[in-house]
């Protein structure tokens, strides 16, 4: 029965895995022992719709006399659950019911000899999802099935003969029109990335570019004042680079960025063959290049989009969990796929702004789009007012879920984990007394350095 109510789960073309003959989902026995993991994982499990949560256990004990019972179909079970003893273990394999197991270590030998799948216990919802499907339909021998990422190409990070990922750089942030986070994913991405690595945040979004405000960064050194240099040789390179790039802070040692163009009138200065350059040269000095593409695909202003994605190891497509959210998602992965024909497998999603109160799930979200999630951000309204407010980053002001999601998908593109570095304190300066630093980012442009090729009297961004 449950090969059979697997093999239609697998096949359906119905969002959550259910037939259109009635099938019913799984009986699935939980037991976790942790409040926070429970209620990381039970949503996910829930409204795919392959799944009927029958039990919550507090205890392995528990989680045996439900098997023993005989109303389950499988069982997930965690290393942080009380009483889950090497002998429990037995006992819970002799069951003869498929089972998933969240460790703190994979390679504990008591571990080894489980007839089910092991994940790390840090596993997403979507590695646990399909986990149970593979325990459930006896795959649970296939390697694949132990990883945490999803099952797109974010995942296949290309090895360095140091054993470094390098296949997803430059890595392009887009979405559809309106702002489903564009800037807001782009931006952490980087700050997480350049804890551990050398990364470089890039602003193209020509009609709108916010970085420079996201950060309090300084909008005189800016995309506009590398493309006037016009440097050629790579001595005139790293010179141009040194003087229009910034830090991203003293938490992301590594990182830097290249703010967007300030004025409208500017814009025509920057042309694809031009940031086309500028990639190539970013690739050579940084393992990451994150780039803002912003929305605005099509048009005379669009060509300089399209040259970066065409350039791009990895496309995020972000995008809000609104009905006019998903309605610009679609929009925009058409004109990708269609339009300017990119592979659908350079394609990853991440859907923003997550309410499941009000919101479709991340299942139905991926089977309407068509394309799978690389990370879900939950809506996390307080905290990204907060960070607006510091022009800081998310992540470094908040715990939140929405700074966990983030976090998780910096790990995701790295390939290991990300620590950001602690902060020193700071002065009670309190939003109020950051207001007037607003002034650098709306003040009329002053002088600065040295007249450059006919910029009268130095910086005019």
């Given at each position: ?10 096949n359906s073309p119905f ?20 409040p926070e993991c429970e ?264 060509a300089v989009q399209r ?155």
């Amino acid at each position: 029965m449950a090969d059979r109510r697997w093999d239609e789960v697998e096949n359906s073309p119905f969002p959550g895995g259910v037939s259109a003959d009635g099938v019913p989902p799984l009986r699935l026995v939980v037991g976790l022992g942790d409040p926070e993991c429970e209620r990381e994982l039970l949503p996910e499990l829930s409204e795919c719709g392959a799944f009927a949560i029958v039990e919550r256990c507090l205890s392995a004990d528990e989680v045996l006399a439900c098997l023993e019972r005989g109303r389950v179909d499988i069982a997930l079970v965690s290393s942080d659950l009380h009483r889950l003893s090497a002998a429990t273990l037995a006992d819970l394999a002799r069951a003869r019911v498929p089972l998933v197991a969240l460790a703190r270590d994979p390679d504990e030998p008591r571990w080894q000899d489980l007839a089910g799948v092991v994940l790390p216990l840090e596993a997403d919802p979507r590695a646990v999802r399909e986990a149970l499907v593979a325990a459930a339909h006896g795959r649970h021998s296939q390697p694949a099935i132990a990883r945490t990422e999803p099952d797109t190409s974010l995942a296949e990070l290309d090895q360095a003969p140091e054993g470094r990922s390098i296949a997803l750089s430059p890595l392009v942030v887009t979405g559809g029109r309106g702002s489903p986070g564009r800037t807001t994913v782009a931006l952490n991405l980087a700050v997480a990335l350049g804890a551990v690595d050398p990364t470089v945040l890039v602003d193209i979004d020509l009609a709108g570019p916010s970085i420079a405000a996201c950060l309090d960064a300084d909008p005189t050194r800016n995309l506009y004042m590398l493309a006037h240099a016009e440097p050629s040789s790579p001595q005139e390179w790293e010179r141009a680079l040194a003087q229009e790039t910034q830090p991203l802070g003293p938490r992301s040692p590594h990182g830097a960025v290249l703010c967007g163009v300030p004025k409208p009138q500017m814009r025509g200065v920057v042309s694809p063959r031009f940031l086309e350059q500028i990639v190539a040269e970013l690739g050579q000095r940084y393992r990451y290049v994150v780039i803002d593409a912003g929305a605005d695909l099509l048009g005379p202003q669009g060509a300089v989009q399209r040259a970066v994605l065409a350039l791009a190891g990895q496309i995020l497509l972000v995008a809000r969990t609104d009905v006019v959210g998903l309605w610009h998602a679609r929009t925009a992965l058409e004109l990708l796929e269609r339009e300017l024909g990119i592979p659908r497998e350079r394609l990853a999603l991440v859907v923003n702004g997550h309410d499941r109160h009000f919101h479709h799930g991340r299942a139905e979200i991926e089977w309407a789009l068509g394309i799978p999630a690389a990370a879900v951000v939950p809506y996390d309204h307080a905290a990204a007012q907060r960070a607006l407010a510091a022009q800081r980053p998310l992540l470094l002001d908040s715990r939140g879920p929405a700074a966990r999601a983030l976090l998780d998908l910096a790990e995701r593109v790295h390939g290991g984990r990300v620590l950001l570095r602690p902060e020193k304190a700071r002065g009670g300066m309190g939003v109020l007394g950051r207001l007037p630093l607003l002034g650098r980012a709306f003040a009329p442009s002053q002088p600065h350095g040295n007249g450059r090729k006919g910029v009268p009297g130095g910086r005019q961004a």
